[in-house]
């Protein structure tokens, strides 16, 4: 039957040809799609690591920069006179971001506040490595301050968040994901050793810097949202003091649920009595969370419609070609219905053909996409979301073609036999 079926359909090769063409270039176009939906999907099932509900970023911009330089001047002018050994002065923004803080606090609606460099949700980035150009360990930085896990509900799952122990300390503390951990350390703990590559020997620059120390390991932390992939990341504490590093660019609230939009205005003008040269923007992380997703799913949604669209005109064409096929074929089927095939053979006869048909088509499509990986196409996507990418495409599209031709190989069933005499 198989044989005969296969005969049939390479008789009309050059009709089958462009139904072949259509289906391969449908299931390149539904599995690029289906792919980023399956991505999306696996990648919203994990933990996010941190609760965005009820906590707000205040952003905050100094335009002050004149003491910085100023301070930068004398230390150049006085470069060449003898230094006696004190502390060097606590940086005026430090100073100042502890006031904000400290007025923050005083709001019954905040219950918790903290510096930070990286928002979640944000458009700013810090990334850096571990290990040689060749083959680094990628991981995502942000730098906040002590309270900075119970503004954000963060959980450890190993050892303690950095604080005032640490003060002091030969050693910069760091928390780590669980990922991270894994990355460097494999399977052993990495409560209390320096964050380095143990396969590599340690950089000259490494040497002579402060270490980097983990005191703590967290689930995850996902800064893009639900819908990015985890990946590694690293928490440094934020000094707000003579030796402080780098300045926070934002603050993070947690405010009292039910809070409303008009405490914004409240905390602008406490913060702007405080830092009259500073400017400062509040947005709720719920609203972050809205934006940046909307921009996330925009070019799934864009691919979806597309795909759509093609699945109709496919569907339309498939249905057409189908029809007037069946029309051409009346002789041929007469004859059949004559010799005693039933309807029921004739439309199971039609709709073999027809998936013979789309398995032409949907082997080229696999054999197609199966280069991607190899190309290097579809980034870090893991070999589980791309099989089953692959099916669910494959499922689609032979659900499609026996849906088109449902109806002309139910009209085929209607042929009589005396219909045939008509072309003899």
Request: hydrophobic content about 40%; some cysteine.
């Amino acid at each position: 039957m198989t044989k005969h079926l296969l005969k049939l359909v390479w008789n009309r090769k050059r009709i089958n040809f462009l139904i072949t063409v259509e289906i391969f270039f449908s299931f390149i176009v539904l599995f690029g799609v289906v792919l980023a939906a399956v991505y999306y999907v696996d990648n919203y099932r994990q933990p996010l690591g941190f609760n965005y509900e009820n906590a707000w970023r205040v952003a905050v911009e100094m335009n002050n920069r004149a003491e910085g330089s100023h301070s930068s001047q004398s230390s150049q002018t006085d470069i060449n006179a003898p230094k006696e050994p004190s502390e060097k002065a606590e940086p005026p923004s430090a100073t100042t971001f502890k006031q904000l803080m400290a007025a923050a606090k005083e709001f019954d609606e905040i219950e918790g506040v903290a510096t930070c460099t990286v928002t979640p949700y944000g458009d700013g980035t810090d990334t850096s490595s571990i290990g040689d150009d060749s083959n680094p360990i990628r991981y995502g930085v942000s730098m906040v301050s002590d309270d900075f896990p119970q503004v954000l509900g963060l959980t450890l799952t190993r050892g303690r968040w950095f604080g005032k122990e640490d003060d002091g300390a030969n050693y910069r503390p760091v928390v780590i994901n669980e990922r991270l951990s894994r990355d460097v350390f494999g399977d052993a703990d990495p409560l209390g050793k320096e964050l380095r590559r143990p396969d590599l020997p340690p950089k000259q620059e490494e040497e002579k810097s402060t270490p980097m120390r983990v005191v703590g390991v967290i689930n995850e932390f996902r800064k893009d949202g639900e819908y990015t992939a985890p990946d590694n990341f690293l928490f440094r504490r934020q000094l707000l003091n003579n030796q402080m590093s780098r300045e926070p660019n934002a603050l993070m609230l947690k405010v009292r649920p039910g809070t409303t939009a008009e405490f914004e205005e409240k905390v602008i003008k406490r913060f702007q009595a405080i830092a009259k040269d500073w400017s400062f923007e509040i947005e709720p992380v719920t609203k972050m969370r809205e934006t940046a997703n909307t921009f996330r799913l925009a070019p799934l949604i864009a691919g979806g419609l597309v795909a759509g669209f093609l699945m109709l005109m496919v569907a339309m064409g498939l249905t057409g070609v189908l029809w007037q096929n069946v029309t051409q074929r009346t002789k041929e089927i007469g004859l059949r219905r004559a010799k005693g095939a039933t309807a029921r053979r004739i439309h199971k006869q039609i709709l073999a053909e027809l998936i013979i048909i789309a398995t032409f088509g949907l082997i080229f499509g696999v054999a197609a996409v199966v280069q991607f990986p190899l190309l290097d196409v579809i980034g870090d996507i893991n070999s589980r979301v791309f099989s089953l990418s692959i099916v669910i495409s494959l499922a689609v599209i032979y659900a499609l073609t026996v849906i088109c031709g449902l109806y002309p190989s139910w009209m085929a069933t209607k042929v009589q036999p005396a219909e045939a005499l008509h072309y003899e």
